[in-house]
């Protein structure tokens, strides 16, 4: 499969953009509208373009795309801690950080708190798993062709 | 937090464990290391409901009447630690027999952590997503571990045939939820009396139909057979002793609890079904030869039994449909974990697991029969007790026809045994298959623990069914 | 809007019906995606309601729409891209095997594969005798 020089150049340069649109929707989550998951699919679109312009070998080459599992995992593990921490400390499950009536620390305009963390976690989750199933797809194809 | 504890041990291994190449001794080391405490664990759960009541926590410290509730009753109990030990044995037998795929671990534990939160939720909608994670986890088993041949195919058909019924339960929970305007069990419970009766015997039939695909019930038993003849033994001692509870259970929350009054108004249809389920299951078993063929449609067979229970109904019916489904559970996971190994010790374990699913004392399985006469006796329905009657013959037949076709015969060379499944087993094997044989055998001789249990639990279902 | 709902439910579900039970896998992978998005707004219509937003803080005395379902059917969504991309997987599994998408062909070859395999085994009983 080949792909002009121009869908080349341009979805390179589009490859930066997509992850910090992604990061955007990711942290304005609690302002306004986005969340972790449809952060992470953005992002995981960012590397399917990628994938279609250049083909998955040069990706691969370019992009630590084999270490998309523990990227999942890592996320995973995370929302399991916004889940379990609070239990350590005897709480119930998932429970909230800070508690009610308490002011949360701000870094910048973002509120530093558990939800924050849980999606972060999600996104992590979701990226790491479409890239994973994007590149299992690829691979599939590329496989079949030769 | 004893509740939240199970899934707390699960949840990360799987994690780790999703990492690791589960075809290494370690990885499957830590699978079992976990499903060891999350069995323990829900043991001392079950303990502490037996004596103590339901206990519950609520998700994020939300006040009760908004938070999403972790809840367990005696029900629930009995059906999550059953389900680990399942899973424990079969996973240990996995391990013993050197695990073939990278995933098995990891899809194991995954599976366990779904069903033990399916099993301990007290909310609707985590009930569904549980349920999600526990079938994904075992379409994903059926890929990694499955025989030559047609492994895919089947896998591909029991994934499309349970997808369906599991989209066709969250249609019913979508209406479930318009009817009532609530997803915690209880409540939905006690506001379920005041649904419309047409709606209440449409969302009865649509929840029936998606846990009667799960168990393999007669009219939608076709996608089982060929998915456990197409994998490994251990993983069909799963499918067979873990998963197919999610029916069990389901039909005991959803049809005792939740929609009693639709599963009155169709005892006679649900009697049938079952009758129909047995006299099938049975009949097809006693016309295959391969053993794991037989176990499979005697898993239909025993399907209908949970069914006529729960048709008998009253305390006494709900009580046999909870013994059954525990003492099946086990006898299943016996029965396949041995049914591929050889030698004096297996041919004993093989035969108390086939005693057991005949129902001769002393074994978990005369329990489960037993309690099942009492329900037939108990609404005085002759034509149940002939069923059960003539259910256990058949069952008997074709049990001691695989028994002796597969142990009392020397082995020809080259003879059918088309996966080269069939050795004498590693020792660690056979130690897995003489503890499941004598777990439904200590079942059999101190059975007080499991009626009880199983008593409380009917009990809790009548006490929080609308009446 | 009760209607509308009920009607693009109704031919999602039936769209996805007519495509599982055409003999070809990937068509059986649409079906079943059709049908997920069919229980999906199903979720949705559980809960159509008219108000405002349910942000704190409230305008008193007007009613709120229902978040709830809004979260069941984000959920819902989420499970069905992991069902559909493990469908995806095992049939290409099959398709790998079978070197073929036709459900039909490929009972056909499982059948020839099983009367190769009983011919080149001893039949059991006679092997005793």
Redo the contacts between chains.
């Keep these: 499969m080949t792909t002009s020089a121009l869908t080349r150049m341009i979805s390179r340069s589009l490859l930066a953009p997509t992850l910090i649109v992604a990061l955007a929707i990711l942290v304005k989550g609690y302002a306004s509208v986005g969340d972790g ?1 449809s952060a992470g699919v953005v992002a995981a679109l960012g590397i399917l373009l990628q994938m279609l312009a250049f083909g998955r070998d040069q990706v691969t080459a370019d992009l630590p795309i084999h270490r998309a ?2 990227v999942a ?1 890592t996320g ?2 995370i929302g ?1 801690a916004v ?2 921490v ?2 350590l400390t005897g ?6 950080w800070p508690p009610p009536d308490e002011k949360p620390i701000y870094l910048g305009t973002v509120e530093l708190i558990t939800a924050v963390v849980f999606d972060i976690g999600v996104f992590l989750l979701v990226l790491g ?1 479409c890239v994973k ?1 994007i590149d ?2 690829a691979g ?1 194809a590329a496989e079949d062709d030769a | 937090m004893l509740i939240a504890l199970p899934i707390l041990i699960l949840f990360p291994v799987a994690i780790a464990l999703a990492l690791m190449d589960g075809r290494r001794k370690p990885a499957g080391i830590i699978a079992i290391a976990a499903l060891a405490f999350a069995t323990a664990a829900l043991g001392v759960l079950m303990a502490k409901v037996a004596i103590d009541g339901p206990q519950e926590v609520v998700a994020g410290g939300w006040s009760p009447d908004v938070g999403i509730r972790l809840r367990v009753d005696a029900l629930g109990a009995i059906f999550a630690l059953t389900t680990a030990a399942v899973l424990l044995a079969s996973m240990a037998q996995a391990v013993a027999a050197g695990c073939a795929s990278r995933t098995t671990p990891t899809l194991t534990v995954f599976m366990a952590l779904g069903l033990t939160g399916l099993f301990l939720t007290g909310d609707v909608f985590s009930f569904y997503v549980f349920f999600e994670l526990a079938m994904i986890s075992a379409y994903g088993l059926t890929a990694g571990e499955g025989l030559a041949g047609g492994r895919f195919r089947a896998g591909f058909i029991f994934a499309v045939v349970n997808l369906i019924g599991s989209f066709l339960f969250l249609i019913a929970i979508g209406a479930l939820y318009r009817a009532t305007g609530t997803l915690e069990m209880i409540e939905v419970a006690r506001r379920a009396a005041e649904i419309n009766p047409n709606t209440a015997i449409l969302l009865a039939v649509t929840f029936f139909v998606a846990f009667g695909v799960k168990l393999g019930l007669f009219p939608f038993h076709a996608w089982l057979p060929s998915v456990y003849l197409g994998v490994q033994p251990h993983i069909a001692a799963m499918f067979a002793g873990a998963l197919a509870n999610i029916g069990a259970y389901g039909l005991l929350r959803f049809g005792g609890v939740i929609l009693p009054r639709e599963l009155e108004l169709g005892a006679t249809a649900i009697i049938v079904l079952g009758g129909v389920s047995i006299v099938y299951g049975a009949i097809q078993a006693i016309s295959r030869r391969e053993t794991r063929e037989v176990l499979a449609y005697s898993a239909i067979g025993h399907a209908g039994y949970v069914l006529v229970a729960l048709g008998l109904g009253g305390p006494v019916g709900l009580t046999a449909a909870v013994v059954f489904s525990v003492a099946n559970a086990l006898n299943k996971t016996l029965l396949f974990l041995t049914s591929e190994l050889r030698g004096k010790f297996m041919a004993t374990a093989f035969l108390i697991g086939a005693l057991s699913v005949a129902g001769v004392p002393p074994s978990a399985g005369f329990f489960g029969k037993a309690s099942l006469f009492e329900a037939g006796i108990d609404a005085e329905s002759i034509a149940a007790l002939v069923l059960l009657f003539v259910g256990g013959a058949l069952t008997f037949v074709y049990l001691f026809q695989i028994y002796q076709h597969d142990r009392w015969r020397p082995r020809a060379e080259g003879e059918y045994d088309r996966d080269n499944l069939i050795t004498a087993g590693r020792p660690a094997q056979r130690t897995v298959g003489v503890i499941v044989a004598l777990v439904v055998l200590v079942l059999g001789l101190w059975p007080q623990p499991l009626l009880a249990v199983a008593d409380q639990a009917a009990a809790q279902i009548e006490q929080e069914a609308p009446r | 809007m009760n209607l509308l709902y009920a009607i693009v439910i109704g031919t999602l579900f039936g769209s996805g019906v007519l495509l599982m039970l055409k003999g070809d896998l990937f068509r059986v992978v649409a079906g079943i995606v059709l049908v997920s998005n069919a229980a999906n707004l199903t979720l949705m219509a559980s809960g159509l309601t008219r108000g405002q937003a349910p942000i704190l803080p409230l305008d008193p005395g007007e009613p709120v729409a229902d978040p709830l379902v809004q979260a069941m059917t984000l959920t819902a969504l989420v499970i069905g891209f992991a069902v559909t991309a493990v469908l995806l997987a095992l049939s290409l599994g099959v398709y790998r095997s079978g070197r073929s998408v036709d459900l039909d062909d490929l009972s056909e070859q499982e059948t020839e594969e099983a009367l190769e395999r009983e011919a080149t085994d001893i039949p059991p009983d006679e092997a005793v005798l």
Excluded: I, K, N, T
């Design positions: 998951f599992p523990l995992m995973l593990f399991f889940l379990a609070p239990v709480g119930a499950p998932l429970e909230h798993s199933v299992a797809l599939a």
